[in-house]
């Protein structure tokens, strides 16, 4: 597929241009694709805190000119000129387009506001001096896959919340525990809810982990890592301005070689939020079979018509929406790993490609947690119905008896009851205890939630 040239890019011809040739190049070279604002952001408070360390450092720009600079950067950072960058994040150059429309906008709309001045900002000498691409996207992408974090961690603690709730809701519903697909032993419903709340719990644990190791950054290394034209002092001062630009406890790398050229890190980022999906994934395959017509246990409610030609059917459309993004994050993670193993020498040159991979894979983690939180579990319902009847039917119950009459008893008894079909709680004990040595009054105590699912509380036969 040929690229379109800037010619044929549908552009605005009323848009003021404060991008200028190089990014006009780029646009030729990779195509129109909307820089994502957060990258924009991260970016723009990477270069105030920058030219922030010149100043202070060295004082390099006259007072009124250095305040339309830093009032033009904080334009960007707001997203008042998101419509200046143009670049899709499928790029070659290791970025360095990138870093050439944020500083191409910065100077033209600082000098746009000086004009009627001799005051001039110039993209390179300026903009770049002490920093390459290689330094400050490499930190632009830290910063934002760090809020990232924050944002998810938010929407995980609400999760376990909701989780945490139901478990104390339903703890005395008593209902067919499963495994391998097969009827097992009785469980309540929320005990069922507090095992899917242990996995987000190490979820929400995994994350808090991933912002310590996240949190380092390339700033001031320059090209490679080697601080090659970067004063000591500026490097100092710069990270102590991202930090209170951003508000995120960032730190210069000890190792800003390692830093520049090899991204672990993001890797592991995403293989956090990979086990995400991957919990996720298990536990909407289980609500799946908990609301499907063979169980029945859990109603998903109906949010829309399930079928065009059968009137009464509700398809789980939240929860299998959740399944699909869950699946595509798991292998926009993947991609990561891909894209951190191919860096070669002193660099990597997929940080824009990691980037947007990133940007792609917080979106749907938040879409996913926020349908499952906000839409799913507060309309969810419990047929309590459905659930004593599939106990009374299957050999749940009666496994518990192993305890108190033995394996090979238990196998006489199954037949037994099946043939009689109990339809209640009651007939089920009256069929027990008249085939059994077992009295109701024993088995009133014995079916009690909390002797058969947690510590045994009672003695064999008493």
């Given amino acids: 597929m040929k690229l379109k040239t800037v010619s044929e890019i549908s552009i605005s011809k009323d848009m003021k241009k404060y991008y200028g040739r190089e990014t006009l190049n780029a ?31 060295f004082s390099l720009y006259d007072d009124y000119l250095y305040s339309r600079l830093l009032e033009s950067i904080d334009e960007i950072i707001s997203g008042i000129h998101i419509d200046q960058f143009l670049l899709p994040l499928q790029q070659g150059g290791a970025g360095t387009s990138l870093h050439m429309n944020i500083n191409e906008v910065i100077a033209n709309v600082t000098n746009e506001k000086c004009s009627s001045t001799d005051l001039h900002i110039d ?32 929407r995980i603690i609400d999760l376990q919340e909701t989780l945490v709730q139901y478990e104390s809701k339903y703890d005395d519903i008593l209902m067919t525990g499963r495994t391998e697909l097969q009827d097992a032993l009785p469980i309540t419903l929320g005990q069922i ?49 991202l930090r209170q630009i951003t508000g995120i406890p960032l730190c210069r790398s000890q190792n800003l070689i390692d830093e520049i050229s090899n991204k ?5 980022v995403a293989s956090g939020y990979r086990l995400i999906s991957l919990n996720l994934r298990k536990m909407i395959n289980d609500l799946l079979l908990y609301t499907s017509s063979m169980c029945g246990e859990l109603v998903h409610h109906e949010v829309q018509y399930g079928s065009t030609i059968m009137p009464f059917k509700t398809n789980p459309v939240i929860l299998e929406f959740i399944k ?7 292998h926009e993670s ?5 894209y951190a193993t191919e860096g070669q020498l002193q660099l990597n040159p997929f940080i824009p490609q990691i980037g947007e991979s990133f940007i792609r894979i917080s979106e749907m983690t938040e879409r996913a947690l926020m349908s499952l939180t906000e839409n ?27 305890q108190v009459i033995g394996y090979e008893n238990v196998k006489k008894l199954m037949p037994i009851l099946r043939e009689k079909n109990p339809d209640s709680f009651h007939s089920i004990k009256k069929l027990i205890a008249k085939h059994t040595s077992l009295t109701e009054e024993f088995l009133d105590k014995w079916f009690d939630p909390s002797n058969l699912t947690t510590y045994s509380n009672m003695e064999n036969g008493e």
């Avoid at 990779?30 to 100043?55: C, R, S």
């Avoid at 982990?209 to 500026?234: D, H, N, Q, V, W």
């Avoid at 993947?334 to 891909?338: C, L, N, P, Q, R």
């Fill in 334 to 338: 993947s991609k990561i790993d891909d």
């Fill in 324 to 330: 699909g993004l869950s699946i595509s994050i798991k």
């Fill in 27 to 57: 646009l030729n070279t990779f195509g129109n694709g909307n820089t994502p604002h957060l990258l924009v952001k991260a970016y723009g408070e990477v270069k105030k805190a920058a030219i922030m360390a010149q100043q202070e450092c």
């Fill in 376 to 402: 799913f579990f507060p309309n969810m319902s419990i047929n309590k119905l459905r659930i004593e009847k599939n106990l009374i039917a299957s050999p749940a119950l009666i496994n518990t008896l192993r």
């Fill in 123 to 154: 993209p390179l000498e300026d903009l770049a001096r002490f920093q390459s691409t290689n330094d400050t996207l490499s930190t632009a992408i830290t910063i934002m896959v760090y809020r990232f974090i924050e944002s998810t961690e938010n």
């Fill in 193 to 241: 809810f507090g095992g899917w709340a242990g996995s987000i719990e190490r979820d929400r644990w995994r994350l808090h982990k991933l912002k310590e190791r996240l949190r380092t950054i390339a700033l001031g290394g320059t090209a490679m890592g080697t601080c090659f034209s970067a004063p000591r002092k500026y490097v100092f001062k710069a990270e102590k301005n």
């Fill in 264 to 268: 672990d890190i993001l890797s592991e």
